[in-house]
């Protein structure tokens, strides 16, 4: 089996078995074709709507479990010996070397109220480290991802680099979340609070798509809380490739979750991390 793995020269056809960084990145432009073939059917279609409990609303959908079993049977045929964390079926080889961290859908409630701010989240890792990333909106036909060096977006066939922005004031910035909603403490709450009276806009809803957005230059703050792996490790070398900067409230490592906050500019993440920590 080939695909296309995009570079920014060049496209060139690499097998998802070879174990450069283009053979690895083909595999996951694979995985992803694959969950969009799956979830795509699903969409604005009348669909059954699971809770998966928790005081939040948590929903699950039969798109969400179809593509990860589409994508752990297409990683067994590609990688055997990798791993995979996903969100709705767990780990498998959790000791592997490489590990795949997947969220079939991130953005569940967009996708159940027909609004197109989801998107497929790809991540590997390699011990600890992103290796590499990708999130794939098939319906709208956007793709991000991860190079060795830089970022890139794919859209009607065209793929180009993507570079954050300049943006070293607060008084500048535009700001998202995905929800207040996560925002469960009163520690979180007034942090967040404290940071959104300083910015230029606010602005609620993108979950995965705000920080592909903040890659390519249109968002410059992307502040949230109570993510999982999966919901932050995909995106880390998709920022970071680009030009940003992600990390917890405190400074530290991002890939195992938690209170995140992302920025297009390193000036501007120092200052938010201020406002942050009170």
């Not at 991130?106 to 590499?132: C, E, N």
Request: proline content about 5%; hydrophobic content about 40%; overall charge negative.
């Amino acid at each position: 089996m080939t695909r296309i793995a995009d570079g920014s020269q060049a496209s060139l056809v690499i097998s998802p078995g070879t174990s450069s960084f283009d053979g690895l990145l083909a595999t996951a432009h694979a995985l992803a074709d694959r969950a969009g073939a799956v979830i795509l059917p699903h969409f604005r279609t009348d669909f059954t709507i699971d809770h998966k409990g928790g005081d939040l609303f948590d929903p699950v959908t039969a798109a969400d479990r179809a593509a990860e079993m589409a994508v752990r049977e297409t990683l067994a045929e590609l990688r055997p010996s990798h791993g995979i964390l996903g969100e709705e079926f767990g780990t498998l080889r959790a000791d592997a070397e490489y590990c795949w961290i997947v969220d079939p859908i991130d953005g569940t409630r967009a996708f159940i109220i027909g609004q197109p701010l989801w998107g497929t989240l790809i991540g590997l890792r390699r011990g600890s480290v992103p290796v590499l990333g990708l999130m794939d909106q098939p319906f709208v036909g956007e793709r991000f991802f991860s190079g060795e060096r830089e970022a890139f977006i794919r859209r009607g066939g065209t793929t180009r680099p993507m570079r954050t922005r300049s943006c070293p004031s607060l008084g500048d910035a535009l700001l998202t979340a995905s929800s207040p909603d996560l925002f469960t403490t009163d520690e979180e709450r007034e942090g967040f609070d404290r940071l959104a009276r300083e910015v230029r806009l606010r602005r609620f809803g993108g979950d995965c798509y705000n920080y592909c957005l903040l890659a390519l230059g249109q968002i410059d703050l992307v502040v949230e809380a109570g993510l999982k792996t999966y919901d932050i490790l995909p995106v880390i070398p998709i920022i970071e490739r680009s030009g940003g900067i992600v990390t917890t409230w405190n400074g530290g490592d991002a890939s195992d979750g938690g209170r995140i906050l992302a920025a297009g500019d390193k000036r501007l993440h120092d200052a938010a991390l201020e406002v942050l920590s009170g």
